[in-house]
């Protein structure tokens, strides 16, 4: 690594007041397994570390009275992963855990580490995407939040500024009657996604698909959603016909880039069958729940 120096803050309010000091010319560390690599392969430099690894109160995972749950910004994959309380108030986020590399890898990388980082190919960007989460942001200003819609602007990069933290994330409450899916296709499990899919729906009373979400990764340059498919499904009855309908409007509507691991044409048609079966996957928990209300 090029040489830099190395802060470790106690508290949120100096860590925000280095990336005051030094956010032109700093990055913050959190689980370090994607700036530390990116560093040692000298692909960017730096004058500042700050670690934020020992910052008081980023190591929780809160649930409202509400059912929306919070995680703070250094709690890591593995936590995550092994959460009853996340897993049934966020199982579209604990049901990504599995594709985040490796255990290794789970077990330093944070998930807010993933979201700041804003790799397109990264699962947990597009998870932010398809529920609609929300991130809390500090600054020398104070404390403000923004939609995932709003945060991730292209490949590597996000809506943060040079003096801003994220000091966590906030998921919404699961709805009583929402199924959903997480689904990638890579060359060797632990690699980046070639293409991948979060999506989430919801069933009402009447059986029909409400406010699905059709959030891809990996096929550009950063997660999207398919709002031709999305508007498709809304309103309709579940059917095989209907997902191979709304697979066809998303092939036909992404545009993925091609390189050496797999062509655009490619990625296009992974998508639209990673859509097939994301919908009935989804369908099929979102079934589940609604017969576990109506038995109780």
Request: charged letters at 20%.
């Amino acid at each position: 690594m090029s040489p830099f120096d190395y802060h470790r803050p106690d508290t949120v309010d100096q860590a925000v007041a280095l990336l005051e000091t030094y956010g032109g010319d700093g990055k913050v560390l959190a689980g370090g397994q994607s700036l530390l690599p990116i560093l040692a392969l000298r692909l960017t430099h730096l004058g500042h570390l700050i670690d934020i690894g020992r910052v008081h109160g980023l190591q929780s995972i809160e649930v409202d009275d509400d059912g929306a749950v919070t995680v703070g910004a250094t709690v890591t994959h593995a936590r995550v992963e092994r959460s009853d309380v996340l897993a049934a108030a966020a199982p579209a986020v604990v049901g990504a855990m599995p594709y985040v590399g490796h255990r290794a890898i789970r077990s330093r990388g944070t998930v807010c580490g993933s979201l700041a980082h804003a790799d397109p190919a990264a699962e947990l960007p597009a998870v932010a995407l398809a529920v609609g989460a929300k991130m809390i942001v500090r600054s020398p200003a104070g404390q403000r939040t923004m939609a995932a819609d709003d945060f991730f602007e292209g490949y590597l990069s996000s809506a943060l500024n040079e003096d801003e933290l994220l000091v966590g994330v906030r998921f919404p409450p699961w709805a009583p009657r929402a199924g959903w899916s997480v689904l990638e296709v890579s060359r060797r499990h632990g690699d980046f996604a070639l293409a991948g899919l979060v999506t989430t729906l919801e069933i009402d009373d009447a059986g029909l698909l409400r406010r699905p979400a059709l959030s891809f990764f990996g096929v550009a340059s950063t997660p999207v959603r398919v709002a031709e498919a999305e508007q498709l499904l809304d309103g309709s009855p579940p059917d095989p016909a209907l997902f191979a309908e709304a697979a066809r409007a998303v092939s036909g509507a992404l545009e993925p880039p091609g390189d050496d691991h797999a062509s655009s044409e490619y990625r296009a048609h992974v998508a639209g069958v990673l859509t097939r079966r994301g919908l009935a996957e989804a369908t099929k928990r979102a079934a589940a729940r609604a017969t576990q209300r109506v038995g109780v």
